[in-house]
């Protein structure tokens, strides 16, 4: 279910094999194109991974290939690594469990704080679970949060 709604994140080194292997059987330059606009990442973000469906989708139907199977092998779930993607910025899951479960109130409500740590520490899943579910404001919020208290 996660795989369908892209809910999760792009495997960035199989979306590229796929799109050169895709030149290779079609010699359609777009795939290389595809496949350079994900170098130098690792992770990649919900637009990214709209944009690389969209291109692969645009791409494989003026080739004729189904482009379905191929969405579905390269997404993972988003809490199989060990770091978050927040925008272009990769925050390990060991830096954010070194907040303390206190400051988290600051910006989130006492609820969702009991949440997070209701076995005892941070949980990941459900960390991930309230950023993709936050307005864009929320989700700046959380961003910046945790990128300034990752830092410290």
Same mark, same amino acid.
């Given at each position: 279910?996660?795989?369908? !709604?892209? =809910?999760g994140?792009? =495997?960035?080194?199989?979306?590229? %094999?796929?799109? @050169?292997s @895709?030149?290779?059987?079609?010699a ?10 994900? /170098? +130098?990442?690792?992770? !990649? ?5 709209? %944009? ?7 791409a494989?139907? @003026? ?6 199977s ?12 060990? /770091?978050?993607?927040? +925008?272009?910025i990769?925050?390990?899951f ?8 206190? %400051?988290?109130?600051?910006?989130? +409500? ?7 740590f209701? %076995?005892?520490?941070?949980n ?7 950023i993709?579910d936050?307005? /864009? ?10 990128? =300034?208290k /990752? @830092?410290?």
């Amino acid at each position: 279910m996660q795989k369908l !709604s892209l =809910n999760g994140q792009l =495997n960035v080194a199989h979306a590229t %094999e796929l799109s @050169r292997s @895709r030149y290779a059987e079609t010699a359609d330059p777009e795939y290389l194109s595809i496949s350079e606009r994900l /170098a +130098g990442q690792r992770y !990649s973000s919900v637009e990214k991974i709209a %944009e690389w469906v969209n291109d692969l989708d645009t791409a494989d139907r @003026r080739n004729n290939i189904n482009t379905s199977s191929a969405i579905l092998s390269v997404m993972e779930p988003i809490t199989k690594e060990e /770091a978050l993607l927040l +925008g272009n910025i990769e925050i390990p899951f060991e830096k954010i469990a070194q907040i303390d479960e206190d %400051e988290w109130t600051d910006i989130l +409500g006492r609820d969702d704080v009991d949440s997070l740590f209701k %076995e005892g520490s941070l949980n990941n899943k459900k960390l991930v679970e309230i950023i993709l579910d936050s307005s /864009a404001i929320e989700y700046d919020i959380l961003s910046s949060f945790i990128q =300034n208290k /990752a @830092r410290s």
